[in-house]
């Protein structure tokens, strides 16, 4: 299973972007799904996640910018992120634990990356 994460770029300060996350087949279907990022010489950090029944939880510095879902098959993962700031400048990465036809059939798959940055 490879995820495809896209969407990043460049923004000024207060916009939005929506990342997408995306399995290389559309068999397979994000069980539960999270978004982290990572900024050079720092640890990556968990930036939002849901899980099997939909429940969602946030970073506390993204909470009230940033929404995860997942469109109705399952199939790709969002990250809806608005009133961006400077400081969440990094590389974002989507991470699943997949599932074909409701069996889980493996976790922790990572995507390769996208950028995103915020700046005037």
């Known amino acids: 299973v490879q995820l495809q994460a896209s969407g990043g770029g460049l923004v000024q300060p207060g916009g939005s972007l929506r990342l997408s996350c995306a399995a290389s087949?559309?068999?397979?279907?994000?069980?539960?799904a999270a978004w982290y990022r990572q900024v050079p010489g720092k640890q990556r950090e968990l930036v939002a996640s849901?899980?099997?029944?939909?429940?969602?939880d946030y970073l506390d510095s993204v909470k009230g910018r940033f929404t995860i879902s997942r469109n109705t098959a399952k199939t790709t993962v969002y990250l809806q992120m608005n009133g961006l700031k400077p400081e969440d400048t990094a590389v974002y990465y989507c991470?699943?634990?997949?599932?074909?036809?409701?069996?889980?059939?493996?976790?922790?798959?990572w995507g390769q990356g996208t950028l995103v940055t915020v700046s005037s």
């Open positions: 991470n699943g634990d997949m599932e074909i036809a409701g069996i889980r059939i493996g976790m922790n798959y």
């Open positions: 087949r559309d068999i397979y279907q994000f069980d539960a």
């Open positions: 849901i899980t099997t029944d939909g429940s969602t």
